[in-house]
């Protein structure tokens, strides 16, 4: 099991860097066409691309949040417990993140369908295809609700085996308590 998760982890990483560059893309971007517009050489749609941009790397992005436990968590209660405490108040927190990020995703498909059934195009000078955005922001979501529940259910077997202190490796807080 930890042999999977190191790999998801990883993974999460490949594609946090691949969202990164996307955003670094963006930017260069948007640099060229704000100096370029008193030139007249304006690209145009930079507005619109980077709003894609946006959502896609964030939807690829909080999956390496989630594998690197930096999602916000208020924890009061939680540092005054004892390890099996701790662990059941991890994985209340993820089964939650599962289900919020599972719903998300199974949301957001719909979205997507109805754009390629109707071959829905954006109502810009770009006329952008909107199934390709779409898609790798689905394809985000989607990814997330999947590194969330393997997480989920890799902390339930922990708790149910006992390894309390495994829970906290893989769902616990980083930082100070």
């Known amino acids: 099991m930890k042999r999977s998760l190191s790999v998801l982890q990883q993974m999460n990483e490949y594609l946090a860097v691949a969202a990164g560059l996307l955003l670094l893309v963006t930017v260069a971007v948007t640099l060229f066409d704000i100096v370029a517009r008193p030139f007249e050489m304006s690209l145009g749609g930079t507005d619109e691309l980077s709003g894609y941009a946006m959502a896609i790397s964030t939807s690829w992005g909080i999956s390496y949040a989630l594998t690197s ?49 109707n071959g829905a195009t954006a109502n ?54």
């Open 69 to 117: 436990m930096a999602h916000v968590r208020i924890d009061l209660l939680r540092a005054r417990c004892a390890s099996v405490g701790q662990a059941m108040f991890d994985a209340v927190a993820i089964l939650a993140l599962a289900g919020v990020a599972t719903a998300i995703a199974y949301r957001s498909w719909p979205v997507l369908a109805k754009t390629i059934k």
């Open 124 to 177: 810009t000078t770009l006329e952008t295809p909107l199934w390709i955005p779409q898609t790798l922001w689905f394809a985000g979501w989607a990814w997330f609700a999947i590194s969330a529940v393997l997480i989920a259910a890799s902390v339930l077997i922990y708790i149910f085996s006992g390894k309390f202190d495994e829970v906290d490796e893989i769902a616990g807080l980083r930082g100070e308590t």
